[in-house]
């Protein structure tokens, strides 16, 4: 399997904007899409937002839809998720898979996972 190792979390104040990266160590995806879920405190792990690394396209789950950005540098074999306008209840471990982009929307993992990404939003 792909090994994903993310960066980017941290701490920000309601309002603010923080990127989380996720690169594909070694080598590629080796799948259509990558995207992210994250992973509130009592809440399940939820799907965010993917691109499919071929075409670009994007999908993203109506909460953040506006506000964060998903992107691609298949050079790099990184994908990044670029978060503005964050709210007190984007606080979660964000993860970062690929896998396919399925309908719903959202994106069944092949089994690869980052180790995941801590973001907090302070109000």
């Known amino acids: 399997q792909v090994q994903l190792v993310e960066s980017g979390g941290g701490l920000v104040q309601a309002g603010g904007s923080l990127r989380l990266s996720c690169a594909a160590s070694?080598?590629?995806?080796?799948?259509?899409?990558a995207g992210w879920f994250r992973h509130a405190p009592g809440k399940e792990r939820v799907f965010v937002a993917a691109?499919?690394?071929?075409?670009?396209?994007?999908i993203y789950t109506d909460s953040v839809k506006g506000r964060f950005t998903i992107s691609r540098d298949n050079a790099k074999n990184t994908v990044y998720l670029q978060m503005n306008s964050l709210k007190p209840e984007d606080t979660a471990v964000y993860y970062c898979?690929?896998?396919?982009?399925?309908?719903?929307?959202?994106?069944?993992?092949?089994?690869?996972w980052g180790r995941g990404s801590q973001v907090t939003v302070s109000s």
């Open positions: 898979t690929a896998g396919v982009i399925v309908a719903g929307p959202g994106l069944r993992p092949s089994g690869s």
């Open positions: 070694g080598r590629t995806f080796n799948s259509a899409a």
């Open positions: 691109i499919t690394l071929i075409e670009g396209t994007q």
